[in-house]
């Protein structure tokens, strides 16, 4: 089988993996819509109050329903709001790592592991034939924005440990440190540089750059400008 609990309305005798790949998906957002649910000590009723609140109410009956397997419907806008509903990301409906060992990523496809799916399906492992240059490069950023930002608050604290130094042991400390993450920052924002570059040739815009960062765009640039404000 391809996960371990089954309190969906299917058949209990009858093997996930002989749904229809559909319903096998459906199946397993609903059991976890419900593991969740029981998880927070809520009513199927409670939930549905708080679709409502979110701004896209789902009658209580509809929720039970889809609990119980009868629904032949889920729509994808539902999925994002009961993940909010229930203070959880949707992907964990989709693929509950942690609650279900393996799932059926496709149609045709055996059965994977829960956590295997999930990074596909959010762009973190490369899909076979797949060319996601705007994700990859996006992906790319955000390591590439971390480590600048961490690289250039540590240059900014070992500058100030220059100043304050007691003497001049720890002043040479500090400069050597202070070389050391400049030079790190130097290279990130290089690499940061690289990417937003990219990403403004393959036709998108950049994410927004923090004002400590401002300087890895050039001049003319007003990508930081317009997103400081």
Not at 51 to 72: D, F, K, L, T
Not at 167 to 181: D, F, G, I, K, S
Not at 197 to 203: L, V
Request: charged letters at 30%; hydrophobic letters at 35%; glycine letters at 4%.
């Amino acid at each position: 089988m391809t996960q371990d609990r089954s309190d969906h309305g299917y058949e209990k005798d009858a093997e996930v993996d002989d749904l229809e790949w559909e319903d096998h998906v459906m199946a397993t957002v609903a059991d976890e819509v419900r593991r969740r649910r029981k998880e927070l000590g809520w009513s199927a009723q409670d939930l549905a109050d708080r679709c409502e609140e979110a701004g896209y109410p789902i009658p209580r009956n509809v929720i039970a329903n889809m609990e119980s397997g009868r629904r032949a419907v889920l729509p994808l806008v539902e999925v994002m709001v009961l993940a909010k509903a229930l203070r959880m990301s949707p992907i964990a409906l989709i693929y509950p790592v942690g609650y279900v060992n393996e799932v059926r990523q496709l149609p045709y496809e055996e059965p994977r592991p829960a956590w295997d799916a999930l990074q596909w399906f959010t762009g973190n492992s490369p899909a076979e034939g797949a060319t996601d240059y705007m994700l990859d490069h996006f992906l790319a950023h955000d390591l590439e924005l971390r480590s600048a930002l961490a690289a250039v608050e540590s240059e900014d604290y070992e500058r100030w440990k220059v100043k304050t130094a007691a003497n001049r042991v720890q002043r040479e400390a500090a400069e050597r440190a202070l070389a050391r993450y400049a030079d790190q920052a130097t290279n990130a924002k290089h690499e940061l540089r690289h990417h937003r570059d990219a990403i403004r040739e393959g036709g998108g815009t950049p994410p927004h750059l923090p004002s400590p960062l401002a300087d890895v765009d050039p001049p003319d640039s007003n990508t930081t400008e317009e997103n400081d404000l």
